[in-house]
């Protein structure tokens, strides 16, 4: 892709490829962390006990970072997780997992025929992904007293439709909530507050944090 703009995956994409009897399924998964990565990987083995190896590698990071990893693993070093890892930097897709289930078909395809078939497999999942552009977005953690709460979810709602979120609310004292949005929102949302609570919520007590 030559879009300079960075995506992130929508949904999940399955693609599968077959060279001389063996099976390829190339799953594409919505990862932000390599926390979740272990854990999907962890499902696919799990549904998979028979197949022969599961090659994958990640990006995850957005816009802020870019952390890459990969595995072979148990294929000759370099024929299975380095290509789908090559194919993944060459797009511009980020916060996404792509592994590739095979099942050997009892002819071997030699490190030529091991790098085109995960590298087909790659390519493939990605052309049946669904993306959208990746923003950046910022959390503010406000602290309201109990009175102003429900004024604060309510504006939260008249936002919602540009995606703003309520990520946590914890109750002590007063309510400390955690809001997510676009970066570009936070202007707006943070003369909002101040405008419902009369100057008690100030706008200092907002800490913006890029994601």
Do not use: W
Not at 25 to 42: G, M
């Amino acid at each position: 892709m030559s879009n300079p703009h960075l995506f992130q995956p929508t949904s999940s994409a399955q693609f599968e490829y077959l060279d001389r009897k063996s099976r390829f399924i190339a799953t594409a998964d919505p990862v932000e962390t390599s926390a979740e990565v272990k854990v999907v990987l962890q499902s696919i083995r799990h549904q998979n006990p028979h197949a022969a190896h599961v090659v994958y590698a990640f990006r995850v990071g957005g816009l802020s970072r870019d952390d890459f990893g990969m595995s072979d693993d148990g294929e000759p070093k370099g024929t299975a997780g380095r290509p789908v890892l090559e194919v993944l930097k060459g797009s511009s897709v980020t916060n996404v997992l792509l592994s590739i289930v095979r099942y050997f078909g009892g002819t071997k395809l030699g490190t030529g025929g091991l790098v085109r078939a995960y590298t087909t497999a790659a390519q493939g999942v990605l052309e049946q992904l669904s993306v959208e552009v990746l923003e950046a977005r910022t959390t503010l953690l406000l602290d309201c007293p109990y009175e102003l709460h429900q004024s604060i979810r309510r504006l939260c709602d008249d936002y919602a439709f540009q995606d703003v979120r309520i990520v946590s609310e914890s109750f002590g004292s007063v309510v400390s909530l955690e809001l997510n949005m676009r970066t570009e929102l936070m202007p707006d949302v943070g003369a909002a507050i101040r405008d419902v609570s009369r100057g008690t919520i100030e706008l200092d007590r907002l800490k913006g944090s890029p994601e």
